[in-house]
């Protein structure tokens, strides 16, 4: 369940996604079909998580992917594996403070940086607790930590600590 900044309230299920104008008493459905041309609904009817960012976009993570869904352009665009994402089943969709989105995944945790679309994944060797999570356990705190919890625990940390490794270490040739 998610309550949006106009008020109204999002449901997510496992038979798609529901939107409640709770102002106009209207609700509607999106759900995916075969067939429908891109940009124009949600890509899986099981829905795990939903996170409105500060601009007013909806992310709603399913089991075969991130979806990102405009209000104001009434478009969806949908993002997976293929497009960077560390793996389709999305358990978790936090933003932090820098405006950048967190998915956990059955395959690792991502972080998107929705400007550019470019993802950066996380695995075993930096430090998560499994590669798989678990879809509803995620939070973060009011001091903007994160929290993502998987079947070997959790994971709690600061993400404007979590920095790139700026070094590209030099080639060399040692054969032919």
Known sequence: ?????????????????????????????FIARL????????????VHSILEDRSGVLWVGTDRGLNRYDP???????????????GDLVCGILEDAAGRIWVSTNRGLSRLEPGRGVFRNFGLADGLQGRAFTPGAFC???????????A??????????VKDDPFVPPVAWTAF
Do not use: Y
């Open 1 to 29: 369940l998610h309550g949006d900044k106009t008020g109204s309230l999002w449901v997510g299920t496992r038979w798609g996604l529901n939107r409640l104008d709770r102002t106009r008493r209207i609700c509607q459905r």
């Open 72 to 86: 104001a352009l009434r478009e969806w665009k949908s993002f997976t594996s293929n497009d960077g994402l560390a």
């Open 152 to 161: 070997n625990g959790f994971n709690h940390f600061d993400p404007a600590a």
């Open 140 to 150: 973060s705190s009011a001091e903007g930590r994160m929290v993502f919890g998987g």
């Open 35 to 46: 067939g429908d041309p891109a940009g124009t609904n949600i890509n899986d009817n099981i």
